[in-house]
């Protein structure tokens, strides 16, 4: 029967070169109160992302958009992020917004392991098209899909959220401010971020950038205290007020 479903979803998703392999995560349950154990995540992932690099259409989005398919990859840092902040960071009911959310595996995960509300947002058609079979995969139904470019404010979904999480998207130097701007203008009072980046060289950049512009900043790694410039680190953003 299982296996009958996972086919059937998996002919849902867009066609891409190589097809998808289903792989499987396991999830810490999150927060105070919680039983301890661990909740498995599903997820289809392209079986050969490499090759959307030579895939016509992506080519096309690229030239006109300068959108590269980082959505295929299941970045490092992501299951970091989510067992971090399922450990009690983010509660049950929070509404929570992630931008970049390629794959889904943050914004389900912490869904599934939290119990948040989530809008998951990209930029890429062929992830947006993928995410709501993710999400059906896992029986998953308190999520949102949206497109989202950080760069173009008229595409922000409507509302404002109590958390907004990103991993893997400040390896660029002109998404610092768009990213900045976009906390400014839809975190709710009181409201965080998380970002969680692998020691990307553009990362003290970012950090001066989010400290100029009012936001505390903490970082935190695997032991604890994290390097501002090299190794893992999932960053806190506050407001000073």
């Known amino acids: 029967m299982t296996g009958t479903l ?5 002919r849902e998703l ?16 999150g927060g105070p109160g919680s039983q301890s154990g661990s909740s498995p995540l599903r997820l289809f992932v392209p079986r050969q992302p ?27 840092s992501a299951p970091d992020m989510v067992a971090t902040l399922a450990a009690g960071a983010i509660g049950p009911g929070a509404r929570v917004l992630e931008v970049g959310a390629g794959l889904g595996l943050v914004g389900l995960g912490l869904a599934l392991s939290s119990g948040a509300h989530v809008t998951l947002t990209d930029y890429d058609p062929t992830a947006l098209e ?5 999400a059906q995969l896992n029986g998953i139904d308190s999520v949102n899909v949206a497109h989202l470019d950080w760069r173009d404010p008229s595409s922000d979904p409507e509302g404002t959220f109590d958390v907004i999480v990103g991993c893997d998207v400040i390896y660029e130097g002109g998404a610092h401010l768009p990213l900045l701007e976009l906390c400014g203008r839809l975190l709710a009072p009181g409201g965080v971020a998380w970002f969680a980046d692998p020691g990307r060289s553009h990362r ?3 950090l001066k950038r989010a400290r100029e512009r009012g936001f505390h900043v903490d970082l935190t790694g695997p032991a604890g205290a994290a390097d501002e410039r090299e190794g893992y680190a999932l960053i806190r953003l506050g407001s000073l007020a």
């Open 6 to 10: 996972d086919d059937h979803l998996e």
């Open 50 to 76: 490499d090759a959307l690099l030579e895939d016509e259409g992506v080519l096309e989005r690229s030239r006109v958009q300068d959108a590269m398919p980082y959505w295929a990859w299941l970045w490092d």
């Open 130 to 134: 993928a995410i709501p079979v993710q």
């Open 204 to 206: 003290p950049r970012f």
């Open 14 to 29: 867009p066609h891409l070169e190589g097809g998808w392999e289903l792989r499987s995560f396991e999830l810490p349950r």
